[in-house]
């Protein structure tokens, strides 16, 4: 699937004119986790976890987006309770949000079901806070810093926006240079010039939409995490030295429309790339300390009372039409979509029982659209139905509809040979074909070649005692010997695999081995006299 199909971006919104970005250059081995560099600021703010995911449609979207990355939403124990804030197009102008440690996720339109992520480093950086399409309010820019402790004293999304002719006005390509730019934590530009050592620093990428380099790092991941999770690039990215757990440490950083990504190479390899704590950060701008404009009152207090969450009637997923494949005597496959990430089984009865058998109350898995689930324990020669079933989280099960199957028998029986069976390859100069008779117990095999005539001849012919699959016996006419050993391909019993080891009068033994399946032979009508209707 199309990870970036899992973020849909709302209509209308700035910075998200359609991107051309060329010159990218992945990096391999990249793994992103905001766990490292950035401290837990929601823990300062607000003392409760948030007692659930505010929609099914935001769990669904959290998990998508923990199969890309670990800590890619951050945690719902770091997470904010869902919450109503003011948006013009929304029904009676407001909207359910709910706060990540990383991100904001609004449900604009309940009865749609489409979650959108909020532009938060665009509006940080620029002051203007957005309640609808197209509706802004001023406020000064986040005072809040952009990485490290939250104690340092910068750089802040502020201080972004004071040096805007260097940041944020729009740049010339510049692919394969180093990235040696600096800001202080005091908003003062400068130049790093131990950058120019970092090749995960070096541009790799051009946003020309917004006229913005991107780092090898930086590009390498939003290929992987998606450009409707991440945004172009607002800003040109600068190092800094911030204070992470008491300690300074040199820190690259890039403002995105939706979040900001940090690179420090001196964190272990698998946390050199992070998300920012964007989603702690606004919060702490729209509710502590720029308050208002619906997003809080106050004098800087952090309002932690959410408004009334609006009551969602979730709906149970769809699913296609199962697929049986793979039967046994006592096994089946069975495969089905679903229309979203779920989690899925397949429920299974006896054909004429009321009830399926289930667990689907129990299942944990990774989310996803394509269930396959292999059952096992069945019994041979029975007709069964099965169904699949699915839930989002808590959500409502969807159910399939039933398809049929029935098991093999436990072990061939000796009418399963009987019949004529045709070598797969017509052309062969061995074995063209096998007529098997039943006698009893036992196997009657004519085995027929080629012989050079227009027509098969038979070359030998033997009976054999039936003692269970496969079947192996000498068979000897004139001057040729044959040891056959005949068995089925597999379980399905449509196929036989014969093993020859012929020997003719003063040679050697040659061992041959051929695939055979059973011709069909469809009942000729009798001929009636003219005249006679036929039956």
């Known amino acids: 699937m199309d990870k970036q199909a899992f973020f849909r971006p709302r209509a209308r919104q700035r910075f998200t004119r359609g991107p051309r970005i060329r010159g990218r250059g992945p990096l391999a081995g ?21 007692s659930a995911f505010a929609s099914p449609a935001f769990q669904s979207q959290w998990q998508q987006g923990e199969v890309i990355a670990p800590n890619f939403w951050g945690p719902l124990s770091l997470a904010r309770d869902g919450q109503n804030e003011p948006y013009i197009e929304s029904p009676g102008g407001q909207r359910l949000v709910q706060y990540f440690d990383k991100a904001r ?205 609006p009551t969602i009637t979730p709906t149970a997923p769809t699913l296609t039409h199962p697929t049986v494949t793979n039967v046994t005597a006592n096994k089946a496959t069975i495969a089905y979509t679903t229309d979203v990430a779920a989690c899925g089984t397949a429920e299974i009865r006896i054909k004429g029982d009321t009830n399926f058998a289930t667990n689907i109350d129990s299942i944990t898995c990774t989310p996803g659209t ?39 028998s436990a072990q061939p029986t000796v009418e399963s040979y009987e019949g004529t069976w045709i070598n797969d390859t017509p052309n ?46 000498t068979y000897a006419a004139g001057l040729v010997s044959d040891k056959l050993t005949i068995g089925f391909t597999d379980n399905t019993r449509t196929h036989l695999k014969v093993v020859e080891i012929r020997t003719t009068a003063g040679g050697s033994p040659v061992t041959s081995t051929y695939t055979f399946h059973r011709r069909i032979i469809f009942p000729v009508p009798p001929v009636l006299p003219p005249g006679t209707l036929s039956p």
């Open 428 to 473: 062969t100069s061995g074995i063209i074909r096998i007529v098997i008779e039943v006698i009893g117990n036992s196997l009657k095999s004519s085995v027929y070649d080629k012989c050079g005539a227009p027509q098969d001849c038979r070359v030998v012919v033997g009976t054999t005692p039936f003692g269970g699959d496969p079947v192996s016996d």
């Open 370 to 408: 394509s269930v396959t689930v292999t059952l096992t324990s069945l019994d041979p020669s029975t007709q069964y139905e099965v169904r699949g079933a699915v839930k989002v989280g808590s959500g409502p099960v969807g159910y399939s509809d039933i398809a049929p199957f029935t098991t093999l």
């Open 30 to 50: 990249l793994v992103v986790a905001g766990v490292l560099l950035l401290a837990p600021v929601f823990a300062l703010l607000h003392v409760d976890a948030a």
């Open 105 to 309: 996720m609004e449900l604009t339109n309940p009865i749609t079901g489409v979650v959108t992520n909020g532009l938060l480093a665009t509006e940080l950086i620029t002051g203007n806070r957005q309640l609808g399409d197209n509706a802004f309010q001023p406020f000064p820019p986040g005072s809040v810093p952009v990485a490290g402790d939250p104690d340092n004293l910068g750089p802040t999304y502020a201080q972004i926006k004071a040096n805007g002719a260097t940041l944020l006005e729009g740049a010339t390509t510049q692919i394969g240079s180093p990235t040696t730019r600096s800001l202080s934590a005091s908003g003062t530009p400068g130049s790093f010039a131990a950058g120019s050592g970092f090749a995960q620093a070096s541009i790799a990428a051009f946003d020309d939409t917004t006229k913005h380099n991107v780092p090898a790092a930086f590009a390498a991941y939003r290929d992987r995490a998606g450009l409707l999770t991440i945004g172009l690039a607002i800003s040109e990215p600068f190092w800094a030295n911030v204070k992470v757990a008491g300690q300074q440490r040199d820190v690259l950083m890039q403002a995105f429309e939706r979040r900001v990504l940090t690179f420090t190479p001196s964190n272990p390899a698998a946390f050199q790339v992070e998300f920012g704590n964007i989603g702690q950060h606004y919060y702490t701008w729209r509710y502590v300390t720029n308050p208002g404009g619906g997003g809080g009152t106050g004098t800087g207090t952090a309002t932690t009372s959410p408004t009334t969450t």
